[in-house]
């Protein structure tokens, strides 16, 4: 089982930054990827950013050349960190880890962007 909980939300101007946490625990060997969802009020949940054990990154256009996800191995934790912030990325993010077969999400951190 992998335990996995998010931080670091909270409001934030439009143009301003917020850099998310995910603490991984639990049995995290063999993880192959972690990931970055965020889904707003009567949305669908949408993907955000990746990386994967060897490093590879991916983006949601929406969020390329604003967001940057990265992770410290040694404390199990993933980093997502968000520049330039719009209103239409407030939302519920979310961390996800994947271990052959199965995925485990956090219970979500709040991201609101208002002046």
């Known amino acids: 089982q992998v335990q996995l909980v998010e931080s670091g939300g909270g409001l934030v101007q439009p143009g301003g930054s917020l850099r998310l946490s995910c603490a991984a625990s639990?049995?995290?060997?063999?993880?192959?990827?972690m990931r970055w969802y965020r889904q707003a009020p009567g949305k669908q949940r949408e993907f955000v950013a990746a990386i994967t054990s060897s490093g590879s990154t991916n983006y949601a256009d929406s969020v390329k050349g604003r967001f940057t996800i990265s992770r410290d191995n040694a404390k199990n934790t993933v980093f997502l960190q968000m520049n330039s912030l719009k209103p239409e990325d407030t939302a519920v993010y979310y961390c996800?880890?994947?271990?052959?077969?199965?995925?485990?999400w956090g219970q979500g951190t709040q991201v609101t962007v208002s002046s």
């Open positions: 996800h880890a994947s271990r052959f077969p199965n995925d485990y």
């Open positions: 639990g049995s995290i060997f063999s993880i192959n990827a």
